[in-house]
């Protein structure tokens, strides 16, 4: 079964920061990869995701990640981050065939300092 | 705009008392998915309904079962409530070419029902 890894649970940035959260997922076959944001009081939003092709994807507000495949990973980053990220992020696998079952990481809350 | 809607948003009940919670959507996507998230974990998948097909993950409790009606709707009725089946249950949908086979398509996620068992 496959599993995601989320390094960081809780993170605190200054406005202009950089940030990146870290991302790794095991899995012996092809996966679909996907960042989605909850902010407070919100639903669970598609950040951006990873199909195929360019391993460097972008997705809304400036945020894009990265797949590296022989690391397992897909680390999400952005240059400056803004107040209005504060939110929890996901990572989420699922896998080319077979279950439909979205794996979650367990989230990395980022709280933005004015 | 198209979107995944979720009634009630919060639900109280007691221990052992049935409770249905509802999800439609106006998406036309031919999969909806039922999704348990307890506090401060991540969203686990409860089941699935490809079209009219109910696909019921291995470790999801008897407790917990689901209709679907038709395209926009389906409901999760949980038969007999816990104190551990406090959670937010998160409804989502997709529209998926084939079963099982080939590039998943993105899922899009209700607002969720908080539920609370006293």
């Known amino acids: ?114 | 705009d198209a979107m995944v809607i979720q009634n009630p948003r919060y639900q109280v009940t007691q221990f052992g008392k049935p409770v249905t919670l509802s999800c439609s959507q106006t998406l036309n996507h031919n999969v909806m998915y039922w999704y348990q998230q307890k506090s401060s974990q991540a969203p686990k998948l409860l089941f699935h309904y490809y079209d009219k097909d109910f696909n019921n993950e291995a470790d999801t409790p008897d407790n917990f079962q689901s209709r679907r009606p038709n395209t926009s709707f389906c409901f999760l009725d949980i038969r007999s409530p816990g104190l551990g089946d406090t959670a937010m249950y998160l409804c989502a949908t997709s529209r998926e070419k084939k079963p099982g086979q080939g590039e998943k398509e993105t899922q899009y996620f209700g607002p969720g029902t908080r539920l609370l068992v006293l």
């Open chain 1, 1 to 114: 079964a496959q599993s995601v890894s989320q390094h960081n649970h809780h993170v605190i940035l200054s406005e202009a920061a950089s940030l990146e959260l870290g991302c790794n997922y095991s899995y012996g076959g092809t996966v679909n990869l996907f960042w989605y944001v909850q902010y407070p009081g919100q639903h669970l939003q598609l950040l951006l995701k990873y199909f195929s092709g360019d391993p460097l994807v972008k997705g809304i507000k400036g945020f894009e990640a990265e797949f590296i495949k022989s690391k397992f990973s897909f680390n999400l980053r952005k240059p400056s981050v803004q107040w209005s990220d504060t939110a929890e992020y996901f990572c989420a696998v699922i896998p080319y065939t077979g279950r439909r079952a979205l794996t979650f990481g367990s989230g990395t809350r980022l709280q933005v300092q004015p």
